[in-house]
């Protein structure tokens, strides 16, 4: 809590530098005034008490550079005395500044682009409940000389690896098409998945849990 | 900064919120207390007293406000927070344990 309002005042006093150090030769005058009146009042002639007053007090603007300092914000300050020097810099030296720019840029972006790969391939798991004990099967034809895993079992197949087989869990078929959607005035080409009946029900279905809440 | 102004500064924060107890005070009246109080003995340096005060109140362990002064004058005056109470019981507490230390050397070599 103190931190926080330590902070806040730091801050403060940042955006109103002008303001504070106003504030602050008003109160270091009444303290002169002060000493003014006391001097004044031990039987010296104003003139007099006003010079041991500012005699006394020292230097008025050291004393407004040190309370400058106790406000703890020079450092903040200083450091946008040099961001600003930079831009200066920056814009004196335009294609330095430029080449510097790119340097940076293409490198972060590299690096976050290759981070982004690495996470999906390597390090983000499947989104499935149970992944480790997911497997997809597929028929490979080599006639149709297409990639082997996008021809899934014909349907026939299908179900004699349901019937016969007793390596997995369960079993669900699903097969990608296109259709037109209608909604009425418009009509939309849609990515679809035709699925069995089973498909909701496989623990490990990625849609099993989002199909119950639209239920 | 020296190791013996370092003490100066730490024991002036130190007079500074056990005057403060008292009622909240102006710059001036802070000084003027402290040296009525310590028997004339000690005088606070003015070049001292502001940055000590404008420190403790970013802080947050004295809080100022403008007020009029005795003689109708706008003053800022400064009062204890309650962070501020806290620090002098810590400041108070490690203050005589130095003094107890310092005496205790002094004494045994009479």
Sequence with gaps: MRT???LLRRTRSLFTREASNVALSEELQFHLE???VDNMARGMPREAAEAAARQSFGSVAEAVE???EARGVAWLEDLGHDFRYGLRTFAKHRSFATLTVLTLALGIGACTAFFSLFNAVLLRSLPYGDPERLVYLFTPNPQFHLPADIIGPSRADFLDLKN??????DL?????????????QQVQRAGVAKVDANF???????????????? | MTKSSDLLLGTLDLLILKVLTLEPMHGWAIAQR?????????TVNQGALYPALHRLEHQAWIEASWGESENNRRAKYYRLTSAGRQ???????????LSVGVQGVLKAIG
């Design chain 1, 172 to 184: 669900t078929l699903f097969e990608q098409a296109m259709y037109n959607l209608s909604t009425g």
């Design chain 1, 200 to 215: 909701f029900n496989t623990p490990t279905s990625p849609c099993a849990p989002r199909f119950l809440r639209m239920l």
């Design chain 1, 164 to 169: 016969d087989s007793r390596s997995y869990a």
């Design chain 1, 66 to 68: 040190s309370c400058y």
């Design chain 2, 34 to 42: 402290i040296h009525q109080l310590s028997d004339e003995v000690l």
């Design chain 2, 87 to 97: 620090r002098l019981k810590t400041e108070e507490k490690s203050w005589s344990r």
């Design chain 1, 34 to 36: 002060q000493a003014t």
């Design chain 1, 4 to 6: 926080l309002q330590s």
